[in-house]
């Protein structure tokens, strides 16, 4: 995107790389901003602080038109928002706001900090959604603050990607990919694998991801269980476990390409959108999810299977059921790629983001 303004992002870019931070990317590359500040960090506190500086130096001493940030999921995360929406009020910038997470209500729910919150958002002249119900989570009050509704996209790396049904399978593979947290169901995804290994065969059960900590399990503490767990299923059902790491490029659309189901049992408590969902559909896997926050605006019963969160039993019959039948899987797995290439294109969603930051700039030259 050609343009004389100057913009600044202040959003994750990858590393490490989830739904959140692969947007991001394509934004950050699409819009190519003038400054950007990274607010992924690896030490926590050092980071924030470091992010809050480069606030000060960047909305002080530069000249800035117009900011883009993905808003905190945290009362605590909301501090660094706080100050970068306080900063552009007093220098009068505009600013938009792309909201990935659910838990956005929590912000402005009791106590002073909330009230600062709920100022703060004052400045905000546009927000993004991923989906139509999410519209809902943004207080009323907010009653100036403009709303679109963009679903994310899946990666560009898979937009060129062919699959050929007629080509005949002798096995069914099944991927989990995510990070490997808790929260987003890693530990029903093996559950599940292991009743299924015993029943089918023909079976194979491919991992990506890398552990990281969330509010109910630490990074170490993840990583020991889930090493323990593959190891002993690896060595159990030899060569139909197979752990990726992390994958990204060729090397992430031919895993995709290769797997025909996707489970994704997240039960993250701020999951909004779930990418890998729609990156599955387009490389032609049939999806099983849960029936978890706004995921069912993404995931209807032409896509896939919506089961309970964390529920080791519906969600290995959910597995069961394509397994049994493999023309509903067959059928389904069509569909998605078609459905996907339709409704969650990178073409589409560079084409609606280019709108939304021309109006912007726009209004900015009036």
Not at 96 to 105: A, Q, R, S, Y
Not at 208 to 222: H, Q, R
Not at 290 to 301: A, R, Y
Request: hydrophobic share 40%; proline share 3%.
């Amino acid at each position: 995107m050609e343009n004389s303004n100057k913009i600044l992002f202040f959003c994750p870019l990858s590393p490490p790389v989830g739904g959140q931070s692969i947007i991001s990317d394509i934004v950050y590359n699409l819009i190519k901003p003038s400054y950007l500040i990274n607010i992924n960090s690896k030490n926590k506190y050092f980071g924030t602080f470091i992010i809050i500086a480069k606030c000060f130096w960047v909305l002080f001493f530069h000249k800035i038109d117009l900011v883009y940030f993905t808003c905190t999921r945290s009362k605590k995360g909301a501090i660094k928002d706080v100050i970068l929406l306080f900063l552009c009020r007093i220098r009068k910038i505009k600013v938009i706001n792309h909201l990935h997470g659910n838990e956005v209500m929590d912000l402005f729910n009791g106590g002073v900090l909330s009230k600062i919150i709920l100022w703060s958002y004052q400045q905000i002249d546009t927000t993004i959604f991923v989906t139509e119900s999410q519209i809902q989570l943004m207080p009323a009050s907010l009653d100036k603050m403009k709303r679109n509704v963009l679903s994310n996209c899946y990666d560009p790396i898979l937009d060129d990607l062919k699959r050929d049904f007629n080509k005949e399978k002798q096995a069914i593979n099944i991927l989990f990919i995510s990070f490997l947290m808790k929260s987003k169901g890693i530990f029903v995804a093996l559950d599940v694998f292991e009743l299924i290994a015993e029943e089918y065969k023909n079976v194979t059960f491919n991992i990506a991801g890398i552990p990281l900590s969330d509010y109910l399990m630490s990074e170490f503490e993840v990583k020991k269980m889930f090493d323990d767990k593959f190891n002993k299923l690896e060595k159990k059902y030899p060569n139909r476990f197979i752990y990726h790491g992390v994958v990204e490029g060729n090397t992430k659309k031919e895993l995709f390409l290769s797997n025909d189901i996707l489970l994704f049992p997240t039960f993250f408590k701020t999951e909004s959108f779930g990418i890998v969902n729609v990156e599955a559909m387009r490389a032609g896997n049939a999806v099983i999810t849960t029936d978890h926050n706004f995921l069912s605006d993404i995931v209807t019963k032409k896509e896939g299977i919506l089961v309970k969160p964390n529920d080791v039993e519906d969600t290995y019959k959910a597995v069961k059921y394509f397994l049994d039948n493999p023309e509903i899987m067959l059928e389904i797995q069509k569909h998605n790629i078609e459905h996907a290439k339709r409704n969650y294109s990178p073409a589409r969603f560079n084409k609606e983001i280019i709108k939304i930051f021309s109006r912007s700039l726009i209004d900015i030259s009036k």
